[in-house]
C-alpha cells in the first residue's frame, strides 16, 4: 500500500515533463530564415525557442547558455561551416540535429555526410514556405527533440541515393556489343544512366528496343525534358539536337541543344560529358570501344571536377580509340575489362558517397 502514492507522484512527475515544451535553438547565418524559423516555432505549443545564432561560434555560447533539446542547423555559415560544426557537436555535447539548408540539390553528398555523422534529419529550405511544409517542419523538429517516430506517413527529409548520382556511357565502333555486356552488370537501382552511341537513329531506336528485351531497366530513347530516376536507362538520339544532362529540382534531367557546325557527331560524347561538369562530383563517366577521339576532352574537364571516370581496356575493346585516347591525356582514372567496368564504376560511386566537397 506504501508504494502506490510513490507511483502515482512518478507518474504525476513524467506528466509534467511531458507536457514541457521542447527547447530549440536556431542555427543560421541568415536574419531572414532566422526570424521565418522563430515564426515557425512559436506557433507550435510543443516547442519552445531558445536561442539562435548566426555562425558556430555564436552557436557554442548558445548551447551552452541555454541547453537545448534540439538544434537546426544550416550548412552554409561564415567560418566554420555546418558539416564541420555539426561533428564538433556530435564529439562534444551529442544532441538531436536536423541539418535544414538550401544545399543539398548544389551538394547531395553533404546530406549523406551529415546523415553520417548523426543528424536527426536532413531537411531542404523550401523556396515559398508552405502551410504543410511548415507543419512538416514543425514535426521534424519535435520527432528529433522527444525520440519520437514522426505522425507524417511520408517522411519527405532528404535520403541521398543513387539518384544524386548519375553515370554517362560514350561508345562508337563495337559499342552495340560492349553496351549489353555493361547493362547487363547493373542493378535495378543503380543511379540513371545515358548513353552516347555513335549510330544513326533508326538503329537506336532498334537497339533500345533490343536492350529493353535483354535487361529489366527501363530503357527508351532520350528525349527533351525528361527527369531521370535511379535504374532507367536512356540513349541519346541521333538527331539535330545533341543531348546533355542537367541537375536540378532533386533530380537529373535531360537537356537537348542545338547541334553545332563543328560537332562531327550526334549524339556527341563530348557533349554530353562536358554538359555534366558544373555537377561533376556526382557524375561517373565511362568511355567504351570506339574509333576516334569523342569523349577524350569532355571526359577531362569531369575529372578535374572531380568525376570518377574509367576507359575500356584496351585487350577488350574491338576498337581501342576513344578509350585510348582518354587514357593518353589522363583523362581516365583507370581501364577495366568490359565485363568488369560497370561493377567497379558501381563500387567507386558508392564510395564515393560519404564524401564531402566543399560548398
Partial sequence: MGKKPMRRRAETVNALHEMKPSRVVVVDDSRTIRRWLTSVVATDPRLEL????????EARAVIKATNPDVLTLDIEMPGMNGLEFLGHIMRLRPMPVIVFSGAFDRQPNAATH????GATFCLNKPAIPTHDENAHLRDCIYAAATGRALPNVVDRSTKPNFA??????????????????LVNQLPEDAPPIVIAQHMPHSYLKSFS?????????????????MRLAPGEIRIAPSTDAQTCVTWHSGAWHINFTAKRVDHTFCPSVDVLFASAVPWAHQVGALLLTGLGTDGAKGMLALRRGGATTLGQSRDSCAVYGMPGAALAMNASEAEFPIEEIGTEMLARLKAKEHEVYPL
Fill in 209 to 225: 528496343k533490343r536492350l529493353n528485351r535483354l535487361v529489366s531497366h527501363d530503357i527508351g530513347l532520350a528525349s527533351d525534358g
Fill in 50 to 57: 531558445v536561442g539562435t545564432a548566426g555562425s558556430a561560434d
Fill in 114 to 117: 551529415a546523415m553520417a555523422v
Fill in 164 to 181: 544524386d548520382q548519375i553515370l554517362l556511357v560514350g561508345a562508337s565502333t563495337g559499342g552495340v556489343g560492349a553496351i549489353e555486356v
